[in-house]
């Protein structure tokens, strides 16, 4: 079955320090895979998605297909990063189905 | 554009009875999908609706169950309540410009927290 994997529910990093948000899925085929963020009190909402290459709020994430990863990267944490982050995939014959990861908890302590 | 609503914020019920939750899709939106958020976990797809038919399904038994209006609007119908259906549950809307569904970007509702007693 296909499945996101994200392997840390919390990531605690200092201001300034880089980030890596871990992605993994378990799909055959191509994926389109998405990186959604929720900050505190707000709704979950659209980070980036893989086909659009995007650099959001300095975040990046590059999809490898050999490793079956989408990690998230960005080179200097700001503590407004700090929120619950989600990886989503979305597969071709399953139309707008969202599989989403467990969720990782950042926080950028000053 | 207020984006996505849901409603009610929040619901208590207890084991047996049936809810109704509400959700009116962003401006410009056709298709509705919901989910179902427990307490330290992702979202879990329920089911989607497009052009008024449930047009996708995740592994939900059938106390859950649908419908959408011609407005795009839609409701989201459990019966029999369980302990275990208490979570968050959160509509999302997209557009079908891709026509299957596929990679498109869903924009959520702040959400209805059930919980059941």
């Known amino acids: 079955a296909q499945r996101v994997t994200q392997p840390e529910k919390l990531l605690s990093v200092f201001k300034g320090a880089p980030v890596e948000l871990k992605c993994n899925y378990s799909?055959?085929?191509?994926?389109?895979l998405f990186w959604y963020v929720q900050y505190s009190r707000q709704r979950l909402q659209l980070l980036l998605r893989h086909i659009s290459r995007e650099s959001i709020k300095g975040f990046t994430a590059d999809l490898n297909k050999g490793e079956t990863s989408f990690h998230l990267k960005k080179p200097f944490a700001q503590e407004e990063d700090s929120a619950m982050y989600y990886c989503?995939?979305?597969?071709?014959?399953?139309?707008?189905?969202?599989?989403f990861g467990q969720g990782t908890e950042l926080s950028v302590k000053p | 554009d207020a984006g996505v609503t849901q409603s009610p914020t929040h619901l208590i019920k207890t084991r047996g009875q049936q809810v109704t939750l509400r959700c009116s899709p962003k401006s410009g939106h056709d298709t509705v999908s919901w989910y179902q958020q427990a307490l330290g976990q992702g979202p879990q797809f329920i089911f989607q609706?497009?052009?008024?038919?449930?047009?996708q399904r995740g592994n939900f038994p059938d106390r859950f169950s649908g419908h959408q209006y011609p407005n795009y609007s839609s409701e989201l119908n459990v019966n029999a309540l369980l302990l275990g259906d208490s979570a968050l549950y959160l509509c999302?809307?997209?557009?079908?410009?891709?026509?299957?569904?596929?990679?498109?970007?869903?924009?959520f509702g702040p959400g209805t927290r059930l919980l059941v007693l």
């Open positions: 999302a809307s997209s557009s079908r410009l891709l026509g299957t569904g596929f990679g498109e970007t869903q924009y």
């Open positions: 989503a995939l979305s597969i071709y014959n399953q139309g707008g189905k969202l599989i």
């Open positions: 799909y055959s085929g191509s994926p389109e």
């Open positions: 609706y497009y052009e008024e038919e449930e047009r």
